[in-house]
């Protein structure tokens, strides 16, 4: 088993989970071209993704879902109210599913995890091959008991470090925005971030990747320094995606 990410952000996420002849697509928020080219720079052919998976309707999470589905055929998967609030999109019909309940894609197994953010009917995911666990936790703006449940004992983690506090205080963000961002139903802080990881069974963990960094609003040292020290290791071993060149692929080792 292995990930990706396409890119991580507010211009644009996509990330690529691979295990035997399956591999999912979380979002896909760049035209067909960039998704095209940052599939490229990761040696996968678009014909090759199995299912395309959708966690909610903002625009840097589907703008380029509905098109790039079309072209090559591709099923997209998402909650009955992602799916009616992606209307907009061109996405006018998807393969639903149930946010309470496992299921299966190919060699990969799908938990939903439902999460606070201000969409219709917002997830995020753990995807397991029956060896290794992977959780994605991206726009969220708080934790729940759910969600702690759901992530204990991952082998890799993305998790979301969109903001530091004082930067969005002070940054350039309208109060408005500032609100939204900073509030139950916006996005993670690297201190909540931190603070997830702490009540975290994290003794397996082999990957942890800072995602959905803002680029006004934080910086890549501020987000691996609050997770190196909830974890107590180098600054070196947290990684952060990147909004223009994602992260390259991470493979899951068996006693990792």
Same mark, same amino acid.
């Given at each position: 088993?292995?990930?990706?990410?396409?890119?991580?952000?507010?211009?644009?996420?996509?990330?690529? $989970?691979?295990?035997? !002849?399956?591999?999912?697509?979380?979002?896909?928020?760049?035209?067909?071209?960039?998704?095209?080219?940052?599939?490229? =720079?990761?040696?996968?052919? +678009?014909?090759?993704?199995?299912?395309?998976?959708?966690?909610?309707?903002?625009?840097?999470?589907?703008?380029?879902?509905?098109?790039?589905?079309?072209?090559?055929?591709? +099923? $997209?998967?998402?909650?009955?109210?992602?799916?009616?609030?992606?209307?907009?999109?061109?996405?006018?019909?998807?393969?639903?599913?149930?946010?309470?309940?496992?299921?299966?894609?190919?060699?990969?197994?799908?938990?939903?995890?439902?999460?606070?953010? @201000?969409? =219709?009917? +917002?997830?995020?995911?753990?995807?397991?091959?029956?060896?290794?666990?992977?959780? $994605?936790?991206?726009?969220?703006?708080?934790?729940?008991?759910?969600?702690?449940?759901?992530?204990?004992?991952?082998?890799?983690?993305?998790?979301?470090?969109?903001?530091?506090?004082?930067?969005?205080?002070?940054?350039?963000?309208?109060?408005?925005?500032?609100? !939204?961002?900073?509030?139950?139903?916006?996005?993670?802080?690297?201190?909540?971030?931190?603070?997830?990881?702490?009540?975290?069974?994290?003794?397996?963990?082999?990957?942890?990747?800072?995602?959905?960094?803002?680029?006004?609003?934080?910086? +890549? =040292?501020?987000? =691996?320094?609050?997770?190196?020290?909830?974890?107590?290791?180098?600054?070196?071993? $947290?990684?952060?995606?990147?909004? @223009?060149?994602?992260?390259?692929? !991470? @493979?899951?080792?068996?006693?990792?």
């Amino acid at each position: 088993m292995r990930f990706a990410l396409l890119g991580s952000g507010s211009r644009g996420n996509a990330t690529l $989970i691979q295990s035997g !002849r399956t591999c999912l697509m979380v979002d896909c928020g760049f035209s067909v071209t960039e998704t095209n080219a940052r599939l490229a =720079r990761l040696e996968i052919s +678009p014909e090759s993704i199995s299912a395309l998976l959708i966690t909610h309707e903002h625009s840097d999470h589907v703008n380029g879902a509905a098109r790039f589905a079309s072209r090559y055929g591709i +099923p $997209i998967r998402c909650t009955n109210g992602t799916m009616a609030a992606c209307a907009k999109y061109g996405i006018e019909y998807a393969e639903t599913f149930d946010p309470q309940l496992e299921f299966e894609l190919g060699d990969l197994e799908v938990k939903p995890l439902t999460v606070p953010h @201000d969409a =219709r009917e +917002p997830t995020q995911f753990v995807l397991t091959d029956g060896r290794h666990r992977l959780g $994605i936790l991206t726009d969220t703006g708080s934790i729940t008991g759910h969600i702690r449940t759901s992530l204990s004992g991952c082998d890799a983690l993305i998790l979301e470090c969109n903001h530091d506090v004082t930067m969005l205080e002070n940054g350039p963000y309208p109060e408005q925005l500032k609100v !939204r961002v900073g509030g139950p139903l916006g996005h993670l802080s690297n201190a909540q971030a931190a603070g997830l990881l702490e009540e975290l069974d994290c003794s397996g963990l082999q990957h942890l990747v800072a995602a959905h960094l803002s680029e006004k609003n934080n910086s +890549p =040292r501020l987000a =691996r320094e609050a997770l190196a020290q909830a974890l107590n290791c180098e600054l070196d071993w $947290i990684e952060h995606a990147t909004q @223009d060149l994602g992260l390259g692929w !991470r @493979d899951l080792l068996p006693g990792g």
